[in-house]
Every structure is written in C-alpha cells, then in structure tokens.
C-alpha cells in the first residue's frame, strides 16, 4: 500500500502534467469567452483549484482535458450569471406580454439542489443558444449583455452605427428568448 507521501507526489505528478498539457489551450478558450485577462487568469485558477482539490480527495477524473474544458465552461457561466441581465426587459428589444426574461428564468440556487439543477441546465442551453446566433448577434449580446460595454463603446470599437448594433442585439434577444421559451416549457411540464 503507498505512503500518504507517495500519493501525493503521484498526484502532483498528475497535476503538473494536467497543466502542462491543457493549461495554453484552457487559457486561450476562456480568453475567447471573456475579455478581462485578470478574469482570464482567476478563472484559469480557480479550474486549477478544483482539479488540486478533485486529486485531493481521491475524485477519479478520467478523461483530464474534457473535465479541465468543462470546469471552465461553468466557471464562466458562473460569473456571468452575476452580471446583471435586466436589460432583456427593455421594450427597445421587443418586450412580447408573455415573454420569459432570462432572470426569471433561472431559479433562486437557495431553493435547493433541483433548483440548482435546473439553473445549470438553463445556463448550459443559454450557452448553446448564443453558439447558435450569428456571429456579429453573439458578439453584440455578449459584449454589452454579459460584459457590460456600452453600444457607444462597441461601435466605436468595431466600426459598426449604434443603430446596427442594437438591432442586432435585439435579433439575438428575440431568438433567445424564443429558445430558451422551450426549455423553460419542459421545466414548467415535469
């Protein structure tokens, strides 16, 4: 039976190479995802971090990499959740009677572990729904829903009228909430 000391020294061997393999790679797909580097960098340690505590308390991770993508895929779906998205309610981004806005669709995580799962699944369906738009909507929804720019600041910055701009956020508004309408409609049915 190996020593508490030959255990860590394999699990620091297997952290080591996790980073060594995946770490450029994790950087670089969270740097697409959020534009602060020093968020960047805290997300990167904080998916770090959880692999050192998985190792720690002996949590079988088989596949490294995919398990290093997905940690940090819910990291940043984590500190997006904290952005504020009241902005959705806008009636300059065709405010429907009966329309579903993204904060009241995803639950109160005090409510319990259902409450959580179901959160998680929003969020992973929002993050396919934003893959799915055109590049030039995501990019405008992101940007100004998620990372708080202004329009003056993104049309300034990519060369585009403001105009354009909010119309194509509201393009994206619209299809999301047309799409994440669904998933909320199986959520309400179970």
Known sequence: ?????Q???????????????????????IRQRVLDRDAT???????FSELVEAYRLLKPIEQVSAWLFRV???RIIDRFRGKKLESLSD???????????????LPSLETGPEA??????????????LDELPEEQRSVFV???LEGY?????????????????????????????RLQLIYDEFVRN
């Open 150 to 178: 202004s329009f003056k600041e993104l049309a300034s910055e990519s060369g585009v009228s403001v105009n354009t701009l909010l119309s194509r956020k509201r393009y994206a508004v619209l299809y999301l909430r047309r």
């Open 143 to 145: 940007k100004h829903e």
């Open 91 to 105: 009636a300059a981004y065709g405010e429907e009677e009966d329309a579903v806005l993204l904060v009241d669709l």
């Open 116 to 129: 959580a799962y179901a959160s998680r699944v929003l969020l992973d369906e929002l993050d396919e729904a």
């Open 41 to 47: 960098e805290d997300i990167l340690q904080d998916v």
């Open 7 to 29: 255990i860590t020294i394999e699990q620091d061997q297997l952290i080591a190479q996790a980073i060594e393999k995946d770490g450029s790679r994790l950087r670089n797909y």
């Open 1 to 5: 039976m190996p020593s508490l000391d």
């Open 72 to 74: 940090a895929k819910n």
